[in-house]
């Protein structure tokens, strides 16, 4: 995986935009969330937009001793909120995520909805 810090192709430039004016503290698993650094805590509610939207899988991985979560689509790694975490990264125990589990707990699907209702492409 290439860790520059987000990674952000060309066709997904709308989504990242749209996405980065629809976060907010209620889409952000952080309680600390703030307006400085918008990605913090928003990286599995994005994975899971841009794979509503693009298909592809979601990715997880322990990343500088946090969950994170990005998408691959097409072979190719889309990831919005990478700049969350200070470099030299960090990363282990990559996995691939069934969206329909992460989005069987409620508080994900709660934020989820919230960001998804908000975001306009």
């Given at each position: 995986?290439?860790?520059?810090?987000?990674?952000?192709?060309?066709?997904?430039?709308?989504?990242?935009?749209?996405?980065?004016?629809?976060?907010?503290?209620?889409?952000?698993?952080n309680?600390?969330?703030?307006?400085?650094?918008?990605?913090?805590?928003?990286?599995?509610?994005?994975?899971?937009?841009?794979?509503?939207?693009?298909?592809?899988?979601?990715?997880?991985?322990?990343?500088?001793?946090?969950?994170?979560?990005?998408?691959?689509?097409?072979?190719?790694?889309?990831?919005?909120?990478?700049s969350?975490?200070p470099?030299?990264?960090?990363?282990?125990?990559?996995?691939?995520?069934?969206?329909?589990?992460?989005?069987?707990?409620?508080?994900?699907?709660?934020?989820?909805?919230?960001?998804?209702?908000?975001?306009?492409?």
């Amino acid at each position: 995986m290439n860790y520059a810090l987000n990674i952000v192709p060309e066709d997904f430039q709308d989504i990242a935009r749209a996405a980065k004016r629809a976060w907010g503290s209620d889409t952000s698993e952080n309680a600390s969330w703030t307006s400085e650094q918008p990605e913090s805590g928003q990286a599995l509610v994005t994975a899971l937009l841009v794979q509503d939207g693009y298909g592809g899988v979601v990715k997880e991985a322990i990343v500088n001793g946090a969950s994170h979560y990005w998408n691959e689509v097409d072979g190719v790694t889309v990831d919005l909120t990478r700049s969350q975490f200070p470099k030299p990264l960090f990363v282990e125990d990559e996995t691939e995520c069934a969206p329909e589990s992460l989005l069987a707990r409620p508080a994900v699907a709660e934020r989820y909805a919230s960001l998804k209702n908000r975001v306009i492409i």
